[in-house]
Nanobody, 117 residues
Framework: QVQLVESGGGLVQPGGSLRLSCAAS????????MGWFRQAPGKQRELVVT???????NYADSAKGRFTIFRDNAKNTVYLQMNNLKPEDTAIYYC???????????WGQGTQVTVSS
């Protein structure tokens, strides 16, 4: 089992930046995929970005050019740097980790991001 703990959410003005962190309780078996999803009120959870253990990334169109994902395997942590935030980025952001060969998927508890003036 893997526990994922997110941090870094909060209230920010439009155009501002936030960095989210997601720490896993242990090293993930490779190959693995870590990523961020978000869910706005009244909407379905959607992909923001993922990164594989081979450092391959997949960004949603809404995140391209503004968000950057990176991981520190020594700390079992994945980060999401979000710049030029917009009100439509307001959502609960969830961290996800998948151990591919084990077919196991883990979710964090979510962290609230609110973009408002």
């Amino acid at each position: 089992q893997v526990q994922l703990v997110e941090s870094g959410g909060g209230l920010v003005q439009p155009g501002g930046s936030l960095r989210l962190s997601c720490a896993a309780s242990r090293s993930l078996f490779r190959p693995n995929i870590m990523g961020w999803f978000r869910q706005a009120p009244g909407k379905q959870r959607e992909l923001v970005v993922t990164i594989t253990s081979a450092e391959s990334t997949n960004y949603a169109d809404s995140a391209k050019g503004r968000f950057t994902i990176f991981r520190d395997n020594a700390k079992n942590t994945v980060y999401l740097q979000m710049n030029n935030l917009k009100p439509e980025d307001t959502a609960i952001y969830y961290c996800n980790a998948v151990e591919v060969d084990r077919s196991r998927s883990y979710w964090g508890q979510g962290t609230q991001v609110t973009v408002s003036s």
